[in-house]
């Protein structure tokens, strides 16, 4: 991009997270396959710690994924709090309370071990008007962070993992790691510097 470029033209293009929302809203399978690996597990853990069982949270993720589907050809980032983030978690939010309210109109009996299960598999509850502060768009950046390196890692074979893992992470020297991992120094700093771009790029990728 030109730095000299008139604002009005700057504005006009995309950036990298705008052009993986414009793939998803065009159902590539790849865009969409991103975005479920990396929300999808936030948005179960969103579910759960409303209260909702295993099983029904499972579902309800499902339900909101179907809803981003309908809705993301209307989605545009034109206020601050109108994050992609923050727009997944208000659709959370409403499929956790169109659940509680068909839950409540079909009350079931049930008895035996398996109910026993069940309960214990359940959450500790939380009340509607908590919904709110359980369900946030904001202050993701770890949990996506370590969601994206669980999906890096399934790319990399283990030895560079580590190697990526004793460098970038814990500091240890490359010369060390080398020795240790019965590799030469100079392959260390590559699977360093391939999984860090790696990173970069996934995390540049997705959706603020």
């Given at each position: 991009m030109n730095p000299h470029d008139p604002p009005s033209r700057r504005n006009e293009l995309p950036s990298i997270s705008s052009t993986l929302l414009d793939r998803v809203r065009q159902m590539q399978p790849e865009a969409w396959g991103r975005l479920v690996e990396v929300f999808g597990p936030?948005?179960?853990r969103w579910c759960r710690q409303s209260g909702l069982p295993g099983q029904d949270a499972s579902d309800?993720?499902?339900e909101v994924f179907a809803s981003v589907s309908r809705g993301i050809g209307n989605f545009h980032r034109s206020q601050v709090d109108q994050s992609f983030r923050n727009w997944l978690a208000t659709i959370t939010r409403n499929r956790v309370r169109d659940y509680r309210r068909r839950a409540a109109k079909q009350p079931q009996a049930a008895g035996g071990t398996e109910a026993l299960a069940e309960l214990q598999n359940v959450?500790?509850?939380?009340?509607p008007d908590d919904l709110d502060s359980t369900f946030s768009g904001e202050n993701l950046e770890g949990e996506i962070s370590r969601r994206v390196l669980d999906l890096v890692r399934s790319e990399f074979e283990e030895r560079s993992w580590l190697a990526f893992q004793k460098t970038a992470v814990l500091g240890q020297l490359?010369?060390?790691?080398?020795e240790e991992l019965d590799m030469n120094v100079a392959a260390v700093?590559?699977?360093?510097?391939r999984i860090l771009?790696?990173?970069r790029q996934l995390l540049a990728d997705l959706p603020k």
């Open positions: 936030i948005v179960y309800v993720v499902q959450a500790d509850p939380v009340e490359p010369i060390e790691v080398a700093y590559q699977a360093k510097s771009r790696r990173l």
